[in-house]
Nanobody, 119 residues
C-alpha cells in the first residue's frame, strides 16, 4: 500500500505563492498517476491537476492552468504543486492522491494541507 504525506500549506496574501509537497512511501512502483485535489469549506472536492508517473504527462483544471505547476521527483517518489498568483478562491484543503495501477480511480489519499489566501 502507498502512504502519502502532504506539507507546505499556509497563509498567504493574494498574488503570493506557495509550494506544496507530497511524499509517497510504500508500494510506489504500482503508481499510475499522482494528483492534487482541493476542497473549500461548503464545497465538493475538486480536481486541481495530475501527473502521469510513466511519462510525466501533466493535466490541469482550467481554473489553475496558467498559475499552478505540478512537478515530480522520481527518486524521492514525490510530487510538488507550485502555486503562483494565488487568489482568495484558491483557499481550501489541498489533498495529494495516487491512482495505483489496477484501480478504477485515485485510491490513496493524503490527509491534506490547508492553504489560506487573504485579500
Amino acid at each position: 500500500q502507498v502512504q502519502l504525506v502532504e506539507s507546505g500549506g499556509g497563509s498567504v496574501q493574494a498574488g503570493g505563492s506557495l509550494r506544496l509537497s507530497c511524499v509517497a512511501s510504500g508500494r510506489t512502483f504500482s503508481t499510475h498517476a499522482m494528483g492534487w485535489f482541493r476542497q473549500a469549506p461548503g464545497k465538493e472536492r475538486e480536481f486541481v491537476g495530475r501527473i502521469r508517473w510513466s511519462n510525466g504527462e501533466k493535466f490541469y483544471a482550467d481554473s489553475v492552468r496558467t498559475r499552478f505547476t505540478i512537478s515530480r521527483d522520481k527518486v524521492k517518489t514525490a510530487i510538488y504543486l507550485q502555486m503562483n498568483s494565488l487568489r482568495p478562491e484558491d483557499t481550501a484543503v489541498y489533498y495529494c492522491a495516487a491512482h495505483q495501477v489496477g484501480a478504477q480511480d485515485y485510491n490513496v489519499w493524503g490527509r491534506g494541507t490547508q492553504v489560506t489566501v487573504s485579500s
